[in-house]
């Protein structure tokens, strides 16, 4: 095999598809990647089992030899990515592969192609178009809120859903919900929870992405990078049953202000639950946190506030996450009790967006 590559498209593309090989495994084989050679192409695949990536780089015109290779995806990317040059070659050399460049030949022993894990076909079920930006920004709204559980597989993913006038994304963790709809024009449906790693791999700029669905997978196609990803099997909690629909007392705050006061006061707020207290009236409001070896503070912010005095406890850490997402100028708040779930959003929404967000307090004692 051989072929002549521009190298910051080789470092740039090498470093999307390395994202998703897995750093623990007990099959080695998945730390590497896959490298084809084709007329026109070089093509680098790589794979967790779960996820399967592959991007494609026009090789200039010139000598070019197909062939295949798998190499070490991390140590590929770190003896490349530093070379001063424009151009490196890929050379098949005594049962080895050769990475060369002016004043620089680096030799990686290749394991044999036939021993990489079969790529999965794309779906064929269900096809659509999708802005990338629109999934982009409906995975920013929601992403972190995924539960890092393990023994709750649904909500370790991402439940994305597409009807003929909308999309809408959703995240839990129990602890907290987020939920972002918009609405927008779809030639399709569909269903699905998708692990949050795929959002990762999407690459830069582009405009529209190919969406395939069939019941096992899912696939975006962009123009010059395919991923398909397993899909999780649900079902996924019933979240719009969980939301309340009625409060008793409402907090409205300047983003920027309230941020800010939470942050103060997570200087000081236990390292273990990372409690803070707040404390609303419609005369005062405030912000309490304390550790017993450390000391305390109250933290007072301006803020418009109806309904009963109320002392409610949150873990900072997640509240601070919920309304820097928001990226609105003000914050709702509303209150059932301080026992009861909370629900959080924009005073105004963009257009065409609705978005909640759900919080467990924590008991105070």
Known sequence: MFCEIDKNKFVENLSGV??????????????????????????????DLDSYIEKRILIEKGKVKPGKAILPGKKLLEATKELLTEKLT????????QIETKGSSSFF?????????????????TELEIPQTLLEECYSYTGFAVSKEESRPPICGIYLKISENEIRMVATDTFRLAFAKKKEKFDGNFEVIIAPKVFSL???????VKVLVDSSKIAFVFANTTIISRLI?????????????????????????????????????????????LRLSVKQNSIFAETADLGHTTQEFEAKYTGDSLKIGFNVNYLLEIIS???SEEVIMQFINQFS???IKPKTDQEGWQRQYLLMPIRLE
Request: net charge negative; hydrophobic share 35%.
């Open 18 to 47: 390395v994202s998703v090989l897995m750093t623990k495994t007990s099959y080695p084989i998945l730390q590497n990647v896959f490298l084809e050679i084709t007329d026109n192409n070089l093509i680098i695949k790589a794979t």
């Open 90 to 97: 890929i050379t098949t050399k005594d049962n080895k592969i």
């Open 109 to 125: 022993v290749s394991i044999d192609p036939n021993e990489y894990p079969e790529v999965p076909e794309i779906p064929k079920e």
């Open 202 to 208: 999407f690459p830069k700029g582009e405009d529209k």
């Open 233 to 277: 099997e649900g079902p996924y909690p019933d979240y719009e049953r969980i939301i309340p629909q009625k409060y008793e007392s409402q907090l409205q705050v300047n983003t920027e202000t309230f941020i800010g006061a939470l942050r103060r006061a997570a200087v000081f707020a236990h390292p273990a639950g990372r409690l803070i207290e």
């Open 325 to 327: 997402a928001l990226k």
């Open 341 to 343: 779930t909370v629900v």
